[in-house]
């Protein structure tokens, strides 16, 4: 008997003899471990600590973040209103309240709006834009003119009585008004039954209905964030909506407020996460309860391995935490992996127990007899998982250096308890005799099947690895983080929104030159890329042709000016004042419209009707038609006012704020390029962000980072990949002291990987950044299974496919598909995908593990050694 599992007998033995003080050891340690965490506990939830910042692109991306510090942490509110007027508005208010919080928010910025581009703002269009709008503006003078005067549904009567004189005396036309009567007579109507409506004057003038360009407004908020909780953003989203809502910017007043941007992206991710938490950790549960008992067919012995895994979760925690100083949104994976592998040890030692009390064994004697048995095998598997696990300390991924660190510890845990607690507390619970059937004599044809036929089995095997090898290359990996999310959550849905408008996409790329100058030159570079749209640089925002542009603009002053400067607007209107305005109005409109059945004659009909009904109806319904009527004027007429004081924009005028965001502290200028063609085709942003480093190295933005993260994560996991493989290699060689021995260890563990490589290419499932995570799991079982089989074959055991050692390894495999399989019944994306892969690794891992494992161990090692 070797001298460490006679060891490990007699540690299990006297772990028997004292299980009191086992057991309360063990609860010391864990209530240590418990006090520990409560005192430290700490849970990064920024992305981006996941990864080194030592790393090429990942230091390009802080010296950006530190050149634009306003730039980092975003929230970025979406303000889309049922009219131009409203979303105008809505923006302007709620960026207005929000100043005000200093406590939550750091900064509040309108990108597309202020006073600078309300003033400005039209010389930043074409020339013909520009024309076409302020002769517009020229024809709506009679209207805007009274208007400004009496910016009420008051005036709004008073100006179509002028008209409509105007047309008695043959001075105009109705025709003139067929744009205005239909729009002011749905408003009517809506207003009179009662039903909201929102009217837009912009709409009215333009003659065109409003685009997403003219009813989308932007407020940029940099919030307080405190990464100490789950969702670091949440305190300042729910105050900006509670805001909102104070405000009555919903969608029963017009506006609708969304939110997106890095912040509310990682913190829905998180809560999408923990949305079914409850359902998919009840199910998990259940079933691992289920399954244990299935396994052991024992309460006892289920309660038994149910304490030691949970005390060993804790104690771990505790251990990670004093390792690491603080969780990662990775490493807390440590949880279901500690679960996965600790009950495998677990079922490992209590199946072997069972087996030796079903051959009459006392207790005692099954307990020391099955820490002989398995208890090499077991100190071997946790030391290789741990070997594994460690070998991500080196790498780049420190999201899962610091999990392969508190899991690696883990393993160590669950090892120890698995041979002092659980014997203590199957003493103390002492289960009965065992089960009728260890285990599975009903495959003992197949078990002489494949021994006979060993040579077929092990070809088709190799057959299997070769094709397995040879689809490897075509495997995906989805670079792109945004794939993961649910695209049903509020942030995602917002973002895909913004991502149809190639002017808004937010995979655009930032370079930075060492002058506006510089910046100009490097912008006409990347025009000429195939691969780019346009470029925006601070000079975007000086616009060309200025003359022409402004003397458009002072044209229209000129006869617009006096109408609407310095007007002092009447009084509010009475109620009685509506109500004779509403008469007149409506009879002057019966008037011109005679029996006449052309279209300007039906709606000034239709117009007088919805007045009168109007008059009917309650004094509130006038109030409400007044004030649909009136806001929106008043803000047209306060954004016309601006327009129309436009005036040469250089460099000295820009706002600082607009400046800050394109010229650094120490006069370094930006430039960003965006992507022509499909925005949203990884494919085609890798062809930009290749293009434009190719002119501008040190460019970095989101195109740039994807590439760069998923580069950096798929190196750390080679690195970690051969690291693991070499580290158990060596250690099963020092510890088999046979190449053939390690051989067969290894050999079924590379072909379940291959295998479930090659089903992901099939069905084409990519690799990502969340499911990745599940292959060290995946090597830590392959390899502790393995390892089971040949210790136990090194020590003499045959017929294996019949033995204990087998339903310990089909219900250890069955439990870690139940921790982790659950995770496919998640709404997270990434998630699901890691319980998918999971669910195929451990399906051909309990494929090889009956048909082709039992073929290579088929002839005996003395049998073996003899040959060699």
């Not at 009517?188 to 009217?199: K, L, M, Q």
């Not at 992996?337 to 677990?346: A, S």
């Not at 808004?504 to 506006?516: D, H, K, Q, V």
């Not at 290749?690 to 950096?712: C, K």
Request: proline letters at 6%; charged letters at 15%.
């Amino acid at each position: 008997m070797p001298t460490e599992t006679s060891l490990i007998g007699r540690f299990v033995a006297a772990s028997a003899r004292h299980p009191w003080a086992v057991l309360l050891l063990s609860l010391a340690v864990a209530l240590g471990a418990l006090f520990y965490t409560s005192r430290h506990f700490a849970m990064t939830t920024d992305t981006a600590e996941l990864i080194s910042t030592d790393l090429p692109w990942r230091q390009r991306e802080l010296a950006y973040a530190a050149a634009f510090p306003q730039q980092r942490d975003l929230v970025l509110a979406v303000i889309d209103g049922a009219t131009p007027e409203l979303a105008d508005a809505a923006a302007a208010r709620l960026a207005a309240a929000l100043e005000g919080r200093r406590d939550l928010f750091r900064t509040v910025r309108r990108p597309d709006s202020g006073p600078f581009f309300e003033r400005e703002g039209l010389l930043l269009l074409p020339l013909d834009d520009v024309r076409a709008t302020t002769e517009q503006l020229v024809t709506a003078q009679p209207f805007l003119g009274p208007l400004a005067a009496d910016p009420s549904l008051r005036g709004v009567t008073t100006v179509l009585n002028n008209v409509l004189e105007g047309v008695a005396r043959g001075e105009a036309k109705l025709a003139d008004l067929q744009r205005a009567l239909p729009s002011l007579a749905a408003a009517i109507e809506d207003a009179a039954a009662g039903r909201p409506h929102f009217f837009s004057w912009r709409a009215l003038i333009s003659g065109t209905a409003p685009g997403p360009r003219e009813t989308r407004r932007f407020i940029l908020v940099q919030p307080v964030l405190d990464y100490g909780a789950l969702q670091p953003g949440a305190a300042a989203t729910d105050a900006l909506r509670a805001t909102a809502l104070s405000l009555g910017l919903d969608p029963a007043h017009g506006v609708t407020l969304r939110l997106t941007g890095p912040v509310p992206l990682a913190d829905e991710e998180f809560a999408t996460i923990s949305e079914n938490a409850g359902f998919v950790s009840g199910a998990m549960v259940l079933a691992l309860v289920g399954i244990l008992w299935l396994a052991v067919r024992s309460a006892r012995v289920v309660v038994a391995i149910l304490v030691t895994t949970i005390l060993g979760l804790v104690v771990t925690t505790g251990l990670g935490l004093a390792a690491t100083g603080r969780f990662n949104l990775i490493s807390v994976a440590f949880i279901p992996l500690f679960v996965g592998l600790g009950i495998d040890f677990n079922i490992q030692f209590a199946v072997r127990v069972l087996a030796e009390r079903q051959h009459g064994k006392a207790l005692a004697e099954a307990l020391a007899a099955a820490g002989r048995g398995v208890g090499g095998g077991l100190a071997l598997a946790a030391a290789a998982i741990a070997a594994g696990l460690f070998a991500f300390l080196p790498t780049s991924y420190i999201g899962v250096a610091e999990l392969g660190a508190i899991a690696g510890i883990g393993m160590a845990v669950a090892f120890l308890l698995s041979i002092s607690l659980l014997p203590a507390m199957l003493t103390l619970t002492h289960p009965s005799g065992g089960m009728a059937e260890v285990g599975y004599h009903a495959l003992a044809p197949m078990e002489h099947l494949l021994h006979r036929q060993r040579r077929p089995v092990l070809a088709l095997a190799a057959g299997a690895a070769a094709v397995s090898l040879a689809l490897v290359p075509f495997l995906r990996f989805d670079f792109n983080p945004l794939h993961l999310r649910s695209p049903h959550v509020e942030s995602m849905s917002t973002l895909a929104d913004l991502m149809v408008d190639p002017d808004r996409t937010p995979n655009a790329i930032n370079a930075l030159a060492p002058s506006p100058e510089a910046t100009e030159a490097l912008a006409r570079r990347l025009e000429a890329l195939p691969q780019v749209s346009h470029t925006i640089t601070l000079g975007s925002f000086i616009p060309g042709q200025q003359e022409e542009k402004l003397a458009y603009i002072e044209d229209a002053a000129m006869l617009l000016g006096p109408s609407l400067e310095a007007v002092e607007p009447l009084a509010p209107p009475s109620d009685e004042d509506l109500l004779r305005g509403l008469s007149t109005t409506a009879a002057a409109l019966r008037t011109a419209a005679g029996q006449a059945q052309d279209p300007a004659s039906a709606a000034a009909r239709r117009l007088a009707e919805a007045m009168d009904r109007l008059r009917a109806a309650p004094p509130a319904n006038r109030q409400a038609a007044q004030a649909m009527l009136a806001e929106p004027l008043k803000t047209l007429l306060g954004q016309t006012r601006a327009l129309l004081t436009a005036g040469p924009i250089t460099r000295e005028s820009l706002p600082p704020d607009l400046v800050a965001d394109w010229i650094t502290a120490d006069g370094r200028a930006r430039v960003q390029a965006y992507p022509r063609g499909d925005v949203n085709d990884d494919d085609n942003l890798h062809r930009f962000a290749e293009a434009v480093q190719a002119v501008a190295p040190d460019a970095t933005g989101t195109p740039i980072s994807i590439r760069g993260a998923g580069g950096s994560i798929v190196t750390a996991f080679i690195q970690a990949g051969v690291l693991s493989f070499v580290a158990v290699t060596a250690l099963l060689a020092l510890v088999l002291r046979r190449v053939r021995d390690v051989a067969l260890t290894m050999a079924p563990v590379l072909l379940s990987g291959l295998l479930t490589l090659a089903t992901c290419t099939a069905l084409d499932l990519p690799l990502n950044f969340a499911n990745i995570i599940a292959l060290p799991l995946l090597f830590g079982i392959g390899v502790a299974f393995n390892i089971y089989f040949v210790m136990a074959w090194r020590s003499g055991e045959t017929d294996l496919l019949q033995s204990s050692l087998t339903r310990a390894v089909v219900f250890s495999a069955l439990t870690t598909a139940t921790a982790f399989g659950a995770l496919w019944l998640s709404s997270h994306p990434g998630t699901a995908s890691m319980g998918r892969l999971l669910m195929i690794s451990l399906g051909w891992e309990l494929l090889v593990t009956l048909l082709i494992r039992p073929a290579l161990l088929a002839q005996p090692p003395a049998e073996l050694a003899a040959r060699g």
